[in-house]
């Protein structure tokens, strides 16, 4: 009952920029933590930060400083914004959410992922 779709993904020189957006549709949801992930190649998968309803925000060492995860709740969307990027940053990015689903006979928490974008850091 719920589809997150990412956008802002692309090829960036090092020290550059991306903000990355992640925008959630569908009815009866209500969201209550939002994450990005990351999984670089030939590496596992890593959880990059993730934010709560209430505003907490948690972060992967190596992005603290560099990286910030925020929400608009009005829009049901939330966004990643990276600075001062490097190669080690290179990885297809997954936006996630869990939410609490309404639509059937009682209700349910959730978990929903976007399809993921590719970020590259090349110079």
């Known amino acids: 009952q719920a589809r997150l779709v990412e956008s802002g993904g692309g090829l960036v020189q090092p020290g550059g920029s991306l903000r990355l957006s992640c925008s959630a549709s569908?009815?009866?949801?209500?969201?209550?933590?939002m994450f990005w992930h990351r999984h670089p190649p030939e590496k596992q998968e890593e959880l990059v930060a993730s934010?709560?309803?209430?505003?907490?925000?948690d972060y992967l060492h190596s992005v603290k400083g560099r990286f910030t995860i925020s929400r608009d709740d009005a829009k049901d969307a939330f966004y990643l914004q990276m600075n001062n990027l490097t190669p080690e940053d290179t990885a297809v990015y997954y936006c996630?959410?869990?939410?609490?689903?309404?639509?059937?006979?009682?209700?349910?928490?959730?978990?929903?992922w976007g399809q993921g974008t590719q970020v590259t850091v090349s110079g």
């Open positions: 996630s959410m869990d939410a609490l689903v309404q639509g059937g006979a009682f209700p349910r928490r959730s978990r929903f």
């Open positions: 569908g009815d009866n949801f209500t969201i209550y933590e």
């Open positions: 934010i709560t309803s209430g505003g907490r925000q």
